[in-house]
């Protein structure tokens, strides 16, 4: 039987370091195992089989790939693999596509004989993987196969892992690019407010704003976090402590939450306040917007994101081959392999997908140390 491979949904930096590292680690016990790839996301395992598929990969093809953003299998979202609301208009016609992509993926499953698909992505990918290993079952329930998730994602939203594979090569192009805002915001003494990506989650605009130095964070799961009111009460504390230009990083999530216009709101809700007019001498202080969005998740993968796709490609090839992590239980059906510190751990895929997206928590260490470093509404010192 042989292991599928794919990446699915948004590209993270360390995804092709994934890929070999699954390759290798399985070639590395059993040469003679077939290996194949599915190029473009799930779209690749539910197309004409030679025109997205990789048969009998072979060990270069995983040269040269390691230093590489992005990745080289390609990937993609997938509407037929969404789940439908009851009250789609369009309903009929979602779930009659659905069916036909799930029917073409496990008969396309089959005939390769993949035993084991090895899913490189998100919980959204996980979702669909998890529907298509249904109708596998219910179509050939004779043939063993099952689903092995490996987190990968610039969000860092996956229950059951500490890191996901992406998020420490985003964090340092954010950081890196909130420290080159700085020397422009500091020239000029402006306000910036900046979004990054980070899909429902806070955790990648969280980290940044701290590792940054950003004076003030709005995350969606803290909703005083993203009032203006409070923003601008922040501002002033610190316009009173002779801080005379400002960075706001705010995530996505929380534009997702009030619309497009909330950073637009915020940025005339600053220069049209009073007092932050009157401590500017009079006339309002110059806000400008910007979104790092794509460019969080370009470039090479940071030496933490590959060893994160070593560790876990690794831990992978040992559920395949073992049927679990080395001095472990076995483990039974769809899994995830994550980490917790410098471990992996496996989890239940259905869990995974139940939990996930992890959010930050008031009580999240992360967001007190936030709450610690950077401006508060009634600065105390
Ligand atoms: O999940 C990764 C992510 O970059 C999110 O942070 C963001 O919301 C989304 O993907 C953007 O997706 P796309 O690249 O499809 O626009």
Same mark, same amino acid.
């Given at each position: 039987?042989?292991?599928?491979?794919?990446?699915?949904?948004?590209?993270?930096?360390?995804?092709?370091?994934?890929?070999?590292?699954?390759? /290798?680690?399985?070639?590395?016990?059993?040469?003679?195992?077939?290996?194949?790839?599915?190029?473009?996301?799930?779209?690749?395992?539910?197309?004409?089989?030679?025109?997205?598929?990789? *048969?009998?990969?072979?060990?270069?093809?995983? *040269?040269?790939?390691?230093? /590489?953003?992005?990745?080289?299998?390609?990937?993609?979202?997938?509407?037929?693999?969404?789940?439908?609301?009851?009250?789609?208009?369009?309903?009929?016609? /979602?779930?009659? %596509?659905?069916?036909?992509?799930?029917?073409?993926?496990?008969?396309?499953?089959?005939?390769?004989?993949?035993?084991?698909?090895?899913?490189?992505?998100?919980?959204? &990918?996980?979702?669909?993987?998890?529907?298509?290993?249904?109708?596998?079952?219910?179509?050939?329930?004779?043939?063993?196969? *099952?689903?092995?998730?490996?987190?990968?994602?610039?969000?860092?939203?996956?229950?059951?892992?500490?890191?996901?594979?992406?998020?420490?090569?985003? !964090?340092?192009?954010?950081?890196?690019?909130?420290?080159?805002?700085?020397?422009?915001?500091?020239?000029?003494?402006?306000?910036?407010?900046?979004?990054?990506?980070?899909?429902?989650?806070?955790?990648?605009?969280?980290?940044?704003?701290?590792?940054?130095?950003? &004076?003030?964070?709005?995350?969606?799961?803290?909703?005083?976090?993203?009032?203006?009111?409070?923003?601008? $009460? $922040?501002?002033?504390?610190?316009?009173?402590?002779? =801080?005379?230009?400002?960075?706001?990083? =705010?995530?996505?999530?929380?534009?997702?939450?009030?619309?497009?216009?909330? %950073?637009?709101?915020?940025?005339?809700?600053?220069?049209?306040?009073?007092?932050?007019?009157?401590?500017?001498?009079?006339?309002?202080?110059?806000?400008?917007?910007?979104?790092?969005?794509? !460019?969080?998740?370009?470039?090479?993968?940071? %030496?933490?994101?590959?060893?994160?796709?070593?560790?876990?490609?690794?831990?992978?090839?040992?559920?395949?081959?073992?049927? /679990?992590?080395?001095?472990?239980?076995?483990?039974?059906?769809?899994?995830?392999?994550?980490?917790?510190?410098? $471990?992996?751990?496996?989890?239940?895929?259905?869990?995974?997908?139940? *939990?996930?997206?992890?959010?930050?928590?008031?009580? &999240?260490?992360? =967001?007190?140390? %936030?709450?610690? !470093?950077?401006?508060?509404?009634?600065?105390?010192?």
């Amino acid at each position: 039987m042989s292991v599928g491979i794919l990446t699915s949904g948004g590209d993270a930096p360390g995804m092709n370091a994934a890929v070999r590292a699954v390759f /290798r680690s399985i070639k590395m016990r059993e040469p003679a195992r077939e290996i194949v790839f599915f190029r473009g996301g799930f779209r690749g395992l539910a197309r004409k089989l030679d025109s997205s598929t990789e *048969r009998n990969v072979q060990r270069q093809e995983t *040269r040269g790939i390691i230093h /590489r953003g992005g990745t080289f299998l390609g990937t993609g979202r997938v509407p037929e693999l969404k789940v439908t609301r009851e009250d789609a208009p369009d309903r009929v016609a /979602r779930l009659a %596509a659905q069916e036909s992509f799930l029917r073409v993926a496990a008969v396309n499953l089959f005939q390769m004989e993949v035993s084991d698909l090895v899913v490189i992505g998100g919980d959204g &990918s996980f979702a669909g993987a998890r529907l298509i290993a249904r109708h596998f079952r219910e179509m050939f329930p004779d043939r063993p196969f *099952r689903v092995l998730g490996l987190p990968g994602t610039i969000d860092n939203d996956i229950w059951g892992t500490d890191y996901s594979i992406g998020f420490d090569t985003a !964090l340092n192009n954010v950081v890196d690019a909130i420290r080159k805002i700085r020397d422009t915001v500091e020239s000029h003494k402006r306000v910036i407010i900046l979004e990054v990506m980070g899909n429902t989650s806070g955790w990648l605009a969280l980290q940044s704003a701290i590792a940054g130095g950003a &004076s003030v964070v709005a995350i969606p799961e803290v909703p005083a976090s993203h009032d203006h009111e409070h923003i601008v $009460r $922040r501002l002033i504390s610190g316009f009173e402590r002779d =801080y005379r230009y400002f960075i706001i990083v =705010y995530a996505e999530g929380v534009a997702k939450q009030h619309g497009e216009g909330w %950073a637009q709101q915020l940025r005339r809700r600053i220069e049209s306040n009073a007092t932050l007019v009157r401590l500017h001498g009079g006339t309002p202080m110059e806000v400008r917007l910007n979104s790092i969005g794509h !460019l969080a998740r370009g470039g090479s993968p940071s %030496a933490l994101d590959n060893t994160l796709a070593g560790l876990l490609g690794t831990a992978a090839a040992d559920v395949i081959l073992d049927g /679990r992590l080395p001095d472990d239980a076995p483990v039974d059906g769809d899994v995830m392999v994550g980490c917790a510190g410098p $471990r992996p751990v496996v989890h239940s895929l259905d869990e995974v997908i139940a *939990r996930s997206p992890r959010l930050v928590t008031e009580d &999240s260490p992360l =967001y007190r140390i %936030a709450q610690n !470093l950077m401006l508060s509404a009634d600065q105390p010192f």
